[in-house]
């Protein structure tokens, strides 16, 4: 029987998505939770690995069991068997033909930038303050040219093991609301590091440092040391991945910004 569940975490004490060697991912957490459910070892795989340090609030994962409870017994046992910041949003029964990773057509990604003078006690680590003043709109504009398809090398991390650069951006927009600055990236898939490295890319070009069109000169150039900085992990959060409709997988809860 596969199972399939929703997870959000926050990822400040963790080494990433994926089980360590060395270190805690959020997966290792996950399968014992669920295996002390099941009475037997359980194995997730997950929709898209995050790294060190960066949150989900709609990640999917599924599981094969031979383990029969409710789709209820499965929520709230995992979730009193998991440490305060990981917790099952949701759980369904789906057909075999599911899987998290290979079914999913779309992943959308958030990064949010507290930016005013001062930093923030209670966001620090769900936000990267940055100080200077930043023009959203310049932001903005720069990031259309990520949309469609293209050769994303400048924007991969250089221990990236995907196997193409090329990704299909399908939506891309940067809001300010108040003293937040906030960036949604959807594509089909992500490189390593590459949103982080879009986002250090567009604070140059919204504090004034680079023009408008640097972004997208950047992009054409396919060579990372050309990009901005990659922004730290704690702003960036897994908001939601996309499926069929046949496969009857639930919205997230949207939480806001």
């Known amino acids: 029987m596969r199972i399939a569940i929703g997870i959000e975490y926050d990822g400040t004490a963790y080494n990433g998505w994926q089980r360590q060697r060395t270190g805690i991912g959020v997966q290792e957490r ?6 002390e ?4 070892p ?15 609030s709609g990640q999917v994962a599924h599981l094969d069991t031979t383990a029969e409870r409710s789709d209820r017994g499965w929520l709230l046992g995992a979730n009193t068997n998991l440490p305060d910041d990981i917790c099952v949003t949701w759980v369904r029964t789906v057909d075999d033909e599911f899987h998290a990773r290979f079914s999913a057509t779309a992943r959308r990604y958030r990064y949010r930038i507290l930016n005013r003078l001062v930093r923030s006690a209670l966001y620090r680590r769900r936000a990267w303050w940055v100080h200077q003043d930043l023009d959203h709109r310049r932001m903005h504009d720069a990031a259309q040219s990520l949309l469609g398809e293209h050769d994303f090398s400048a924007f991969r991390a250089a221990g990236c093991q995907a196997s193409s650069a090329v990704r299909k951006v399908t939506d891309v927009r940067v809001v300010r609301d108040g003293g937040w600055v906030v960036l949604d990236i959807t594509a089909n898939a992500f490189l390593q590091h590459m949103v982080r490295n879009i986002i250090g890319t567009l604070v ?3 504090s004034g440092d680079e023009d408008v069109t640097w972004l997208e000169r950047v992009l054409a150039g396919r060579d990372r040391t050309r990009a901005g900085m ?3 992990p704690h702003g960036l959060t897994l908001v939601r ?15 806001g910004q």
């Open 42 to 56: 359980v194995e997730v795989t997950c929709a898209g690995r995050t790294d060190t340090g960066v949150h989900a």
């Open 30 to 35: 996950l399968e014992q939770a669920l295996a």
């Open 241 to 255: 991945v996309y499926y069929p409709d046949a496969f009857g997988i639930p919205e997230p809860f949207e939480l």
């Open 37 to 40: 459910v099941a009475n037997e």
């Open 204 to 206: 140059a070009i919204g």
């Open 230 to 232: 990659a922004a730290p």
